[in-house]
C-alpha cells in the first residue's frame, strides 16, 4: 500500500485494501500503467490475466505476495545487464512490452482491423468516427497517409488486440501523427496505453524525428490526462471542434517530443 501511495500521489490513509484503482484512486490509463511497471520494478511481472482481474489494491497484493519470490531472480538479470559493454546495446528496435507487441499487418489481420473500426464501442473514438465505411473501402484507405503501422497482439494469448500507427509524417521536419485503439476489453485498464509507448519508443529509435503528435477529441485526452506535463504537452485547442453525444468538444493537439528535447517536461512518456 506504501508503494501504490507513493506512485498515485494518494494518501497512504486513504488507501485500503478494498480501494478500487480506478473509481477511488482515480488513476487513468498512464497512471495504471506507472503502476504496473513500479511493481515489474520489484520483481511483480504481472501478465494480461492477472492485471485485468487486480481491480483493487488488495488485489494487486495477492498478485505480489504469489510473485515476491521471483525478486531476486530479476536482480540478478539487472546486473548481468548492467555489466555488458556498450557494443551489447546495439540491437533491432524494441516492438514488445509487459502485455502487447507489436506485428506487421498481414492480410488476415485487416478483417480484425476492420471489425475494430467499425465497433460501436470503439468506432467513434477512431478513424471514422462512427460511420461504417464498406469493408472494400477500409482495404483501399488502411495506407493512405500512413507512415507505418502495426497489429498489437496480446502477448500472453497471442490473439489480436488493437491498431497502432503513424501517419501524416513530414521526416524533413521531423514530426509526424501517432494513433491507436484498442478493444473494448482493455479500455480503463492502464495497459492499453503500453503499445502507444511502443510505437513512440520505436519511431524515436528508427527515425529522427523530433516530435510525435496526437489529435484527439476532448473526451479521449481523459486517458492520458496524467501523463500532461510529464513528456505529453497540450500544444493546441480547436475549440467546439467534435461534436458527440449532443453537445460540442473541443480538439486537442498533444505532442510528445523526443527525450531530452523538451524544456518544459519533467519526465518522458516513452520512457
Same mark, same amino acid.
Given at each position: ?22 473509481? @477511488?484512486?482515480?488513476? @487513468? *490509463? ?29 488485489? #494487486? ?20 545487464? *548492467? ?18 507487441? #507489436? ?15 467499425? /465497433?460501436? @464501442? ?8 462512427? *460511420? ?72 524515436? @529509435? ?5 516530435? #510525435? ?12 490526462? /496524467?501523463?500532461?506535463?510529464?513528456? #505529453? ?37 516513452? *520512457?
Amino acid at each position: 500500500m506504501d508503494l501504490v501511495s507513493a506512485r498515485t500521489g494518494v494518501l497512504r490513509g486513504s488507501v485500503g485494501a478494498a480501494s478500487r484503482l480506478v473509481t @477511488d484512486l482515480g488513476l @487513468d *490509463s498512464f497512471g495504471l500503467l506507472e503502476l504496473a511497471a513500479s511493481l515489474a520494478d520489484l520483481g511483480v511481472d504481472l501478465e494480461e490475466r492477472e492485471w485485468l482481474a487486480a481491480e483493487t489494491v488488495g488485489g #494487486l497484493y495477492d498478485c505480489y505476495k504469489d510473485r515476491v519470490g521471483s525478486f531476486s531472480t530479476a536482480v540478478g538479470e539487472t546486473a548481468v545487464e *548492467s555489466a555488458r559493454g556498450p557494443e551489447d546495446l546495439v540491437g533491432p528496435p524494441r516492438l514488445a512490452g509487459r502485455f502487447f507487441r #507489436l506485428v506487421p499487418i498481414h492480410p488476415q489481420a485487416v478483417p480484425f482491423l476492420y471489425e475494430l473500426a467499425v /465497433s460501436p @464501442d470503439v468506432g467513434f473514438r477512431w478513424r471514422y468516427r462512427g *460511420s461504417v465505411p464498406p469493408f472494400a473501402q477500409f482495404e483501399n484507405d488502411l495506407w493512405q497517409g500512413v507512415f507505418t503501422q502495426f497489429l498489437v497482439e496480446s502477448v500472453q494469448t497471442n490473439q489480436p488486440a488493437g491498431h497502432v500507427m503513424c501517419y501524416n509524417a513530414d521526416p524533413n521536419l521531423g514530426h509526424a501523427y501517432v494513433g491507436a485503439a484498442m478493444t473494448n476489453q482493455y479500455l480503463g485498464s492502464g495497459i492499453a496505453a503500453e503499445p502507444v509507448q511502443l510505437l513512440v519508443r520505436y519511431l524515436f @529509435d528508427v527515425w529522427p524525428l523530433r516530435k #510525435l503528435y496526437l489529435e484527439l477529441p476532448e473526451f479521449n485526452f481523459t486517458q492520458f490526462a /496524467s501523463a500532461s506535463g510529464r513528456g #505529453l504537452s497540450v500544444e493546441a485547442r480547436l475549440r467546439d471542434h467534435d461534436y458527440y453525444q449532443g453537445r460540442r468538444w473541443d480538439r486537442l493537439i498533444l505532442a510528445i517530443y523526443r527525450p531530452g528535447e523538451n524544456p518544459e517536461s519533467s519526465g518522458e512518456f516513452a *520512457s
